[in-house]
């Protein structure tokens, strides 16, 4: 099963090009502190404004850096079957241990579009897929009932969870099977996803503070509860913070203040707000990040 404390990691820019040395030190820091997983190229990845080459790159260069210490499941997704059939054509073959697939946006297909949507894809490629529900960014949630057709599919394997409802999510889990990886897309719900049998997190948070994530994750699954709720109540102003405008735009900011990245988002995002930069900065600061 796909699970523990997964990042979903930035794509840092230098001079509006991928900064490959950066991207590979982020990726040591994070295996060093604990991280069960890394997923370029997905929302906080800013793959939307990648190009082909770059994305292609972007996986490359995680696979390579990452030299089979930890699972790579490589963002893949698109809103056209085809390109995401050639992206995760790409990842397999480049060698990523799994592909995390948002259901098509823009589009707004129709239940059973998502389903042969996603067993299109199965079909096509042999890797495991996780498929990410976030209908705040999509325009379509996928209905639970969908999910079980597609955990049916025996490379579908899992879902990263970004409804936002936990009666949603304990539906999936109820539903899909023990066998079927459930994660969470949204940090603040780590913690309650998992006491509910979910099988760990897709993470933001992890791009600042991977030790204590992956350590939240590590006690649930000990059974140390109280730590594990030491840490969520810890974590939970940081998070409120990270997501006080569009992510990636905070937590890229938190990472160049740290001094990990240089401070470059992609048009249509830019660069946080003074106001929304300086409350972001006391929660770093209350952190004991800066």
Not at 31 to 54: K, R, V
Not at 98 to 105: D, I, K, Q, R, S
Not at 220 to 237: Q, V, Y
Request: charged share 20%; proline share 5%.
């Amino acid at each position: 099963m796909i699970g523990g404390a997964i990042v979903a990691i930035v794509t840092p820019f230098r001079d509006g090009k991928v900064d490959e040395k950066a991207l590979r030190g982020l990726i040591e820091e994070q295996i060093a502190h604990g991280t069960d997983g890394i997923a370029p190229c997905g929302t906080t990845g800013e793959s939307t404004t990648l190009s082909h080459e770059e994305h292609d790159r972007v996986i490359e260069i995680t696979v390579e850096a990452v030299n089979k210490r930890v699972p790579v499941i490589a963002g893949t997704g698109s809103n056209s079957t085809a390109e995401a059939i050639r992206l995760t054509k790409h990842a397999w073959k480049a060698g990523a241990d799994a592909a995390l697939m948002v259901c098509p946006y823009y589009n707004r297909p129709t239940q059973e579009g998502l389903y042969r949507h996603y067993r299109a894809i199965a079909e096509e490629v042999p890797i495991p897929i996780v498929i990410y529900n976030i209908a705040g960014r999509t325009g379509v949630n996928m209905q639970t009932e969908t999910l079980a057709r597609l955990a049916e599919i025996p490379n579908i394997v899992g879902v990263k969870e970004a409804s936002g409802s936990l009666k949603q999510m304990s539906d999936v889990i109820r539903l899909c099977g023990p066998d079927f990886s459930v994660l969470s897309g949204d940090d603040i719900f780590t913690l309650a996803l998992m006491a509910l049998g979910g099988t760990g997190v897709v993470s933001v948070i992890s791009n600042i503070v991977p030790g204590d994530m992956a350590e939240l994750v590590d006690a649930f699954a000990a059974g140390d509860l109280a730590k594990a709720r030491t840490l969520h109540h810890r974590m939970s102003p940081l998070i409120d913070a990270l997501f006080v405008e569009t992510n990636p735009i905070p937590v890229k900011a938190a990472l160049a203040i740290m001094g990990k990245i240089d401070y470059e988002l992609r048009l249509p995002l830019c660069r946080m707000g003074e106001g929304n930069e300086a409350i972001l900065k006391k929660a770093m600061r209350q952190y004991g990040l800066i």
